[in-house]
Each structure stands twice: as structure tokens, then as C-alpha cells.
Nanobody, 124 residues
Framework: QLQFVESGGGLVQPGGSLRLSCTAS????????VGWFRQAPGKEREGVAC????????AYSDSVKGRFTVSRDNAKNTVNLQMDNLKSEDTAVYYC?????????????????WGQGTQVTVSS
């Protein structure tokens, strides 16, 4: 079972930026398609960004397109999410996970296993 660890969350003002990192223990992330998901209070978890394993193609939800950028750092075995121009509606717990679909839809391979996540709060 793959285990992912998220970090980098925090409190930021609207319009600000944060960079989240996803690391893995015991396996190389570059062999997997990895997505970033988020869950706000009272809402279902949604996929917001992902990057495929071989070609490194990326996909984004409409809500973050143009503001978030997902990338890999294979030397550090991380998948990062650069979040710019943050809005209050971006407030959520963010998770990373292996995806079984990274394209028009961003779908986790295993919807029953999630890490601790990292809290992102956008507020003035």
C-alpha cells in the first residue's frame, strides 16, 4: 500500500501563495500518476491537479486552472503544488494520492486510504 505524506500548508491572505509538497516513503513517485485533492468542511473531496507518470502531462480542475501548478522533483522524490492567487474558497485540507485517471477527471486509485493531509487556510 502506497503511503504519501503532505506538507507545506498554512495560513495565507487572499491573493497570496503557498507551495505544497507530497513525498513518499519506500517507493519512487515518478513511477506513479499523482494527484492533489482537497476537502473543505461540509464538502466532498475533489481532485484539483494531477501529473502523469511517464510523460508528465498535467490536468487541473476548472476551479484552480491558471492559478495552481503541479510539478515533479524526481531528485527529491516529491510532487509539488504551487498555489498562487489564493482565494478563500481554496481553504481546505489538501491530500496527495495515486490517481487512476488524470485528465478530464482527476480520480484517486484508492478512495478509502488517505494520508493526514495538510491544512490550507486563506483568510484576511
Amino acid at each position: 500500500q502506497l503511503q504519501f505524506v503532505e506538507s507545506g500548508g498554512g495560513l495565507v491572505q487572499p491573493g497570496g501563495s503557498l507551495r505544497l509538497s507530497c513525498t513518499a516513503s519506500g517507493f519512487a513517485l515518478n513511477f506513479y500518476s499523482v494527484g492533489w485533492f482537497r476537502q473543505a468542511p461540509g464538502k466532498e473531496r475533489e481532485g484539483v491537479a494531477c501529473i502523469t507518470s511517464r510523460l508528465g502531462n498535467t490536468a487541473y480542475s476548472d476551479s484552480v486552472k491558471g492559478r495552481f501548478t503541479v510539478s515533479r522533483d524526481n531528485a527529491k522524490n516529491t510532487v509539488n503544488l504551487q498555489m498562487d492567487n489564493l482565494k478563500s474558497e481554496d481553504t481546505a485540507v489538501y491530500y496527495c494520492a495515486e490517481t487512476r485517471w488524470c485528465g478530464t477527471y482527476i480520480i484517486a486509485r484508492n478512495d478509502n486510504v488517505w494520508g493526514q493531509g495538510t491544512q490550507v487556510t486563506v483568510s484576511s
